[in-house]
């Protein structure tokens, strides 16, 4: 029998595995397993705050399409950390979560950092209310059992993150190596399910029957990397499609099919095209709140007059919000390429939509031409309007835009094109301020060659500056484009426009709107950071950025103006019942 210690057998299954970072911050019950990755081919991404190292991982798993890791230490080191694995949760994002914990042998003291205040050793229960499992190491023995549990479960069936919290001294502990070497012939990627013949005739049938169908895709759709098919599948029935925030780009903006997103950010024609079908088929999406205007059927969709198709690896999300006609637990590639065979065999020709494509190009052109002079506006502060469309304008079709919360995701996810599945990171269920300046570093970290752009709130990037910090130290050139209206600026609309005031949502000094110099923050850091002026001088400096391939920022003043909406959110009959208001400007 062969012994080695756990630390040095967790990197070696690691390596096996083929995982390339581990993302992470140092701590007493870790550095066990930081000494053992010092000649390892995993590359450990040091940062300087937690959140920052589950946001990166998460964005990391996004763009790489598989599981990330995360290296976290106990206490403060996981609580710090929850909010980027809550958030990678509610986006279904695979993730191991590998936390030391106190040692074994101190159960029921209260050992240093311990959180115990109702439970002894209870470490991983903090996790539970949402990650897919969380289990504690009690013996070195299981370790190896529980480790490969871990990364299966965390890519299968509905993806998500786990944790595994371990116990200090056991990292430090001997085991024999058979018990890993047996674990490593464990093959993980499983048969994925798919549909019948006769359930994809149905389907297939029930389309083929309908007067106005519309797909309705969630992020799913790009977990599953079913993008291409269901491309084909769009393109050979002639059927429009709709899509939630997280389902941007999973049919490019540009195609003639493709209607928008919808719910609150989203416009009339297209949740009114989506009330109106009379049959909806749904691929990964869980009907959130903000996608269908908090489910109001007057608004976006109204089921069951509309009938529902649903079709999601995941049954709980199967008649969850909306009730179903058909509702088939499947993976969606396999689903996907079922419904294309079966199609082009009951409908060999295919048909065209004209009609439809006709209606998605006027709209198009409305839409676009009624903000094309916000567009083109020389204003400063900067017309939100002007700073995505510069930023459309200098990046290559491929590149990753990860977003925060404001305009930089309401007004990417209704009015900033985009051209291909995956590209638009965003946090979507959560909806967490500081995911996209750090997601930004897992992108690029994950695909090197593209383009990653960060756009992002100053409110948002004020939670962790210490991102750029990462950047520098592991040479990872993102650029972070700070939309700076010197407020939380969605909040300060809602609150001015239903209780006239602004208190506690605008950055003020001595009643004088203030904002730090981000620019001069990041070259204390070491990042190339410019200070927009003038509106002409915003997309010259950004080419700039991407040519320099050196983590650059770039500070953007910004007009605080509302993302135009149609849609509808239940918040506004709470604050201010029977009227119809929105947000407003907020100078």
Partial sequence: MTKDLVSHQLVSYLEDNNVEHIFGLCGHTNIAVLSALENSSVRFIDVRHEQIAAH???????????????????????????????????????????AGDIPSHYYGKHPHQE????????????YRPFVKRAWRVDRPDLFPEILDKAFSLAQNGRPGPVLVSVPMDIFSAEVDTELFERVKQNNKELTKPS????????????????????????????????AEELRELVDHLGIPVAYSLMGKGAVSDVHPLTLGMTGFWGTKFINDNCRDADLILALGTRFSEADSSSWYPEYTFDIPNTKLIHIDIDGKEL????????????????ALTELNRVAKEMLPEGRKNPKM???????????????????????????????????????????????????NKNGVGQQFPAYEAGTILTPGGYATMGFGSSAALGAKLADPERVVVSL????????????????VEENIPVIWVVMNNSAFGTIAGLQKSHYGTTYGTVFKKDGESYSPDFAAVAKGYGVDGVKINKAEEFKPALKKAIQSNKPFLLDVSM???PVPTDGHWNIMDIYSPGKKIHHVSVD
């Fill in 559 to 561: 007009k605080n103006e």
């Fill in 115 to 126: 959180v115990n205040l109702h439970a002894d050793a209870s470490q991983y229960e903090i």
């Fill in 456 to 471: 992002i709130g100053d409110g948002g990037f004020g939670q962790n500056p210490s991102v750029m910090a990462t950047a």
């Fill in 195 to 226: 549909i019948s013949d006769a359930k994809a005739r149905q389907v297939i049938e029930r389309l083929l029957e309908a007067k106005d169908s519309v797909f309705y895709v969630g992020g799913g759709i790009m977990l599953a990397d079913a």
């Fill in 56 to 98: 990166a991982a998460d964005g990391y798993a996004r763009a790489k399409k598989e599981t990330s890791v995360v290296l976290s230490h106990l206490g403060p080191g996981l609580t710090n950390a929850a909010t980027g694995v809550a958030n990678a949760a509610l986006d279904s994002i695979p993730m191991v979560v590998i």
């Fill in 357 to 407: 494509e006709e209606a998605i190009a006027n709209y198009r052109k409305e839409f676009f031409g009624k903000i094309k002079e916000h567009q083109k506006s020389d204003a400063f502060p900067l017309r939100p309007e002007r700073i995505l469309a510069d930023v459309r304008a200098a990046l290559p079709k491929d590149a990753y835009i990860t977003t925060d919360v404001g305009w």
């Fill in 319 to 334: 008649g969850r919000n909306y009730p179903v006609e058909l509702g088939i637990v499947a993976d969606l590639k396999e």
